[in-house]
Nanobody
Framework: QVQLVESGGGLVQPGGSLRLSCTAS????????WGWYRQGPGKVREMVAT???????NYADSVKGRFTILRDNAERTVYLHMSNLKPEDTADYYC??????????????????WGQGTPVTVSS
């Protein structure tokens, strides 16, 4: 069974910084793409940043220059470094992984997995 566990959310003042982490566990064969998504109050879930297995990152326009996504393949962990936070960044943040699960017998099943979410509140 695969689990994605996030940490690092909390309350921060405008202009402050936070680092989110998400670690995958289970019978994982490989992790293709990682992503961070967020859902603010009364809003739909939106992509924040993604990073491929080759390390290519993609960002939403609203966070470019302020957020950085990094992955540690050995630790099966993805990070989201957030700086110069704004009140509009307030949301529940979710990690997502496109990964393969080793089912045994040479069978690998790829699917999307989500973390449970971690809240980020930007307020003075």
């Amino acid at each position: 069974q695969v689990q994605l566990v996030e940490s690092g959310g909390g309350l921060v003042q405008p202009g402050g910084s936070l680092r989110l982490s998400c670690t995958a566990s289970g019978n994982i064969y490989s992790i293709n793409e990682w992503g961070w998504y967020r859902q603010g109050p009364g809003k739909v879930r939106e992509m924040v940043a993604t990073i491929t297995s080759g390390g290519m990152a993609n960002y939403a326009d609203s966070v470019k220059g302020r957020f950085t996504i990094l992955r540690d393949n050995a630790e099966r962990t993805v990070y989201l470094h957030m700086s110069n936070l704004k009140p509009e960044d307030t949301a529940d943040y979710y990690c997502n992984a496109d990964l393969g699960v080793d089912l045994g017998g040479g069978v690998v099943q790829f699917d999307q997995y989500w973390g449970q979410g971690t809240p980020v509140t930007v307020s003075s």
